[in-house]
């Protein structure tokens, strides 16, 4: 059997979903390195007994391993470093100068030994670096992933899966009801805690078990109730179509926290939309319509002039968000509320744009999509915001409603410390 006939052997080990990706070919052909072809320079090195083959072209490295082929740029290489001198492994810092590597630098000595590649740099310098922490770091393994794992849901998708809230009393005592909550939030985008006194401290100590609170023009933790005392019509009595909030915001709140603490009235029930299953939906029946909802960027505003509070926000950004290396959705701002003056789309695309829209919007309206629910006292519920719309029904008498806005990168800190994937 020869080393690449073992490497095809192990293809099979490894399962990865490929998921629909959209302009990949464009992407991948924009970013592609301009390889010199197979040249009198080119070695082959195999290495049966670790599956693992290597191919030196001009400025990079090809290694065929765990069924995967992968490309290492050498001064990627060099930079990636984990020797003593180039990375600091108890505080996770680079130390290496990057702006120091010869950007045509090329190892004098390649090798394969004990699962791990080995190579020397002119000067004497020794890299070593796992296959494995290799195949887990390639462009080429990251692109065939996701950042996030998720499941996107219509209401019938989320009502079967008959996600358990997490209770109170366990959710402030017990890691392991934190993190099985936190499961719940990446994969669905929202999650809830039941028998939660209805105070505002307890609220804000609920949400201290997993972020911090993002500050906003509304107060750290904000009880509000429909009395006009802002100037937005979150304060009045009027339902509220599904929108996210803070889309006026550079980078919107990430995670969203309500709590009803009282209603004595009627109505008021909150609906909830997963917009990225209404993007992918969109992506996969009009994958230009998508791509010109992230493609072009739009704005919008808070003007807020009353005698208390004078605010000018405005954020700019795409419809749809998604990474450029693996076209994962990972932002929506859509509150066509606080959408100022659309001047940022060439007029031959305006019409375009405005068709794309109507599209998200009549997917995003879908009665199967909706999930509506009536938030309680006891009931605190987390949404992330860059993902599902919220909105509301309109009400009678009196609806306190109190909450506050947590920082994103917090809640995914605290995710992955309890070794989730998010
Ligand atoms: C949640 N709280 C009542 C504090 C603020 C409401 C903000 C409303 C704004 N139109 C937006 O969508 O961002
Ligand atoms: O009153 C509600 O249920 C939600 C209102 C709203 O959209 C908000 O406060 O962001
Ligand atoms: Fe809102």
Redesign the pocket.
């Known amino acids: 059997m020869t080393a690449e006939s073992v490497c095809v052997a192990m293809l099979g080990a490894l399962k990865r979903t490929v998921r629909p990706a959209l302009q990949q070919a464009q992407l991948l052909s924009a970013l592609r390195h301009t390889h010199t072809p197979w040249t009198h320079k080119t070695q082959v090195r195999a290495c049966a007994a670790t599956s693992a083959t290597l191919h030196l072209h001009q400025d990079s490295l090809e290694l065929n391993y765990a069924g995967t082929q992968m490309h290492f740029n050498y001064v990627w290489l060099r930079d990636h470093c984990r020797s003593v001198s180039s990375y600091n492994s108890q505080t996770n810092q680079r130390i290496l100068d990057t702006g120091s590597i010869d950007l045509n630098i090329r190892p004098d000595r390649t090798a394969v030994e004990d699962g791990h590649l080995v190579l020397s740099w002119p000067g004497g310098h020794v890299s070593k670096y796992s296959l494995n922490w290799l195949a887990e770091n390639s462009y080429e393994g990251k692109k065939q992933s996701t950042v996030q794992p998720r499941i996107f849901w219509n209401s019938d998708i989320y009502k079967s899966a008959n996600i358990p809230s997490a209770k109170w009393d366990t959710f402030m005592s017990c890691d392991d009801e934190v993190k099985k909550f936190l499961q719940n939030y990446l994969l669905y985008g929202i999650a809830f805690v039941d028998d939660v006194p209805a105070t505002v401290e307890a609220t804000e100590a609920v949400t201290q078990r997993v972020s911090l609170i993002r500050e906003t023009t ?2 750290r933790t ?1 009880c ?1 109730t429909s009395d006009f005392s ?1 100037g ?4 009045s009595q009027l339902a509220l179509d599904r ?6 915001f550079q980078e919107p709140c990430g995670i ?1 926290v309500f709590h009803c603490l009282k209603h004595e009235g009627t109505g008021g029930r909150t609906l909830l939309v997963d917009g990225f299953y209404a993007a992918e939906t969109l992506r996969q029946r009009s994958p230009e319509h998508f791509e010109l909802l992230s493609r072009v960027p739009i704005r919008h505003e ?1 003007i807020e002039n009353t005698d208390n509070h004078r605010n000018h926000m405005t954020g700019i950004g795409p419809v749809v968000n998604v990474y450029p290396w693996n076209n994962e959705i990972y932002l929506i701002r859509y ?1 066509n ?2 959408r100022s003056v659309i001047n940022t789309i060439p007029h031959g695309v305006v019409q375009q744009w405005y068709v794309a829209h109507r599209e998200l919007t009549t997917e995003l309206r879908r009665p199967e999509n909706e999930l509506w629910v009536k938030l309680s006292p006891g009931k605190v519920i987390f949404i992330d915001n860059w993902r599902v719309m919220h909105g509301r029904e309109s009400f009678t008498g009196l609806r306190q ?1 109190c ?1 506050c806005y947590l920082t994103r990168d917090d809640v995914l800190s605290t995710a992955r410390c309890f070794g989730l994937q998010a």
């Open positions: 509304y107060g904000w509000f802002r937005d019509t979150a304060y929108h996210t909030d803070t889309s006026y969203q808070y509150n509320y606080d409603l909450g």
